[in-house]
C-alpha cells in the first residue's frame, strides 16, 4: 500500500508533500476526516495532524458526510465533491467515504501543533535543490522543427 500525504502549514502557507508505503500506513488505517493523527507515525515527533480530505485510487474525494469506506452517489448542492456554477443546482455525484481504508490513495493533513524539527531539511546556502528523480540530469533539450512555409493562397 502506498499513501501520498499533503501536510499543509497554516502559519506559512506551504504544504509538503511525502509518500508512505506499507508500515508507515497502518496508523491512517480506520481514521475518519476530522480526527487528530500523531506525527510520532510516520517519523515527526512533536507534531499532531488534523485530517482534513483525501480521495480514493480512482481520484473520488472523500466527503465528511459520508459514512464508511465505499464510494456513494448522492445528491449535493455544494461542498466536497461538486462546483458551484448555478445557483439551487443539485446534482448526483460519486464520492468516497469518509474512513481511511486499503485503496485510499491519498490524505490530506493540516497542522495542529508544530514540533522542534522542521518538516522538509533545509538545502545548504549556494547549492541547488536536486531534481526529482524521474527527471534525468543530462537530457538535451527538444530540437524544434522548422515550420513550412505557408502556400499563397489563390484568388
Do not use: W
Not at 55 to 74: A, H, L, N, Q
Not at 119 to 129: I, M, Q, S
Amino acid at each position: 500500500m502506498e499513501l501520498k500525504i499533503n501536510i499543509g502549514d497554516p502559519k506559512t502557507g506551504k504544504t509538503h508533500k511525502r509518500v508512505l508505503k506499507d508500515e508507515e500506513c497502518t496508523p491512517f488505517l480506520g481514521k475518519k476526516l476530522g480526527q487528530e493523527i500523531g506525527g510520532e507515525a510516520f517519523s515527526l515527533d512533536g507534531y499532531t495532524f488534523t485530517i482534513n480530505g483525501g480521495s480514493d485510487y480512482c481520484g473520488f474525494p472523500m466527503r465528511k458526510d459520508v459514512e464508511g469506506t465505499m464510494r456513494k452517489k448522492i445528491l449535493i448542492t455544494s461542498g466536497v465533491g461538486i462546483r458551484n456554477d448555478v445557483r439551487g443546482l443539485r446534482r448526483r455525484k460519486t464520492v468516497a467515504g469518509n474512513t481511511i481504508y486499503q485503496k485510499t490513495a491519498q490524505v490530506n493533513l493540516t497542522i495542529k501543533k508544530h514540533g522542534k524539527a522542521p518538516l522538509e531539511p533545509k538545502a545548504p546556502e549556494g547549492e541547488a535543490p536536486e531534481a526529482a528523480e524521474g527527471t534525468p540530469k543530462d537530457e538535451k533539450p527538444k530540437e524544434e522543427k522548422p515550420k513550412k512555409a505557408a502556400k499563397p493562397k489563390k484568388e
